[in-house]
């Protein structure tokens, strides 16, 4: 496993992504998923299966301090007593005492991004949360809710096709790193045949090249999200080999600015 160094805690580079991976199925991919070797593991209070993840997780037999878990905050919970009230509820539910990372699943134009931002430092200080971080913020939100609180990572879409090299700037000047959601771009990435090319050198298929292209990038985590175990397998089988700088930057030169996939209507104007 590859590590991410930040603010003095390590965050494994490789992580399962659970969005609608829900109840018994869950819990069982999320056991799975540990058994196999991932150590960091992505919900939300959104995606109504953080019970499902801590049961998975207790399932798995690992100590709760050998896993990295991360959950959000949903953007109509960010006033201060609601977005504390929703952090308790989500420990209750996954059963944990702290979550490695809690982040702001997204920004709200209707509420001033310290109020939120105070209210996690708060957690933080509690001992509740580790780090602290936002997900679906711009380049200037970036800017703006570092100079307020330590915010630890940006969780963003991101994947061959959509260029991040604004926000990996952006992100390393304050000393964050990027969680890349969609990384494998929802499985888009397995008929391109630039990355198919340079999968055949190294017999590994498409996703695996995607993957590891993410997390040979200086302060990047990936968090791709299988429902087959086969599939959760493979997308872990990425620390047998090193892409080449030319390699990385031959998909890295795929990216674009039209390539996103996920643009729902509360969805922030991308500045980059
Ligand atoms: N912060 C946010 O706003 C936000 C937004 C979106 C997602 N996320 C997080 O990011 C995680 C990942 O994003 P995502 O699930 O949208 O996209 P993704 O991980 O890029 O792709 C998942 C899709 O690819 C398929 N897949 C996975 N591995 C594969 C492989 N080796 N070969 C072929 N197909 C494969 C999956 O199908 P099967 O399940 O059938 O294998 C699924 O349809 C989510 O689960 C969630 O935790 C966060």
């Not at 037999?61 to 050998?66: I, L």
């Not at 109509?76 to 006033?79: G, N, T």
């Not at 990216?255 to 996939?261: D, F, K, M, V, W």
């Given at each position: 496993m590859i590590h991410i160094n930040i603010k003095e805690k390590e965050v494994p580079a490789l992580g399962f992504g659970t969005y609608k991976l829900k109840d018994k199925i869950g819990a069982e991919a999320v056991s799975d998923a540990i058994a196999i070797g991932y150590r960091h593991i992505d919900t939300a209070e959104?995606?109504?299966n953080e019970e499902a993840v801590g049961q998975g997780i207790r399932d798995s037999?690992?100590?709760?301090?050998?896993l990295f878990v991360t959950t959000k905050i949903w953007y109509?919970?960010?006033?201060h007593d609601a977005l504390i009230k929703a952090a308790e509820t989500s420990l209750k539910k996954l059963r944990t005492?702290?979550?490695d990372l809690l982040l702001i699943h997204w920004p709200n134009?209707?509420?001033?991004?310290k109020e939120p931002l105070e209210a996690l430092t708060e957690l933080m200080q509690q001992g509740k949360v580790k780090l602290i971080g936002v997900s679906n913020f711009t380049c200037e939100m970036v800017d703006k809710a570092a100079a307020l609180a330590p915010v630890a990572c940006n969780q963003v879409e991101y994947h061959?096709?959509?260029?991040q090299q604004e926000m990996l700037k952006t992100i390393r000047g304050n000393d964050m790193f990027l969680t890349a959601y969609c990384p494998i771009a929802k499985g888009k990435v397995l008929d391109h045949e630039t990355i198919k090319d340079i999968g055949a050198k190294y017999k590994k298929n498409a996703a695996q090249i995607t993957l590891r292209w993410h997390v040979q990038q200086q302060h990047v985590a990936a968090i791709p999200k299988s429902s087959s175990a086969e599939r959760r397998r493979e997308n872990f089988e990425i620390f047998d080999f090193e892409l080449t700088q030319q390699e990385m930057q031959a998909i890295t030169a795929l990216?674009?600015?039209?390539?996103?996939?996920v643009d729902p209507s509360w969805a922030p104007t991308w500045d980059c």
């Open positions: 959104a995606y109504d037999g690992v100590a709760r301090d050998e109509d919970h960010l006033k005492d702290y979550v134009k209707d509420v001033a991004m061959p096709f959509l260029s990216g674009s600015p039209e390539g996103r996939l």
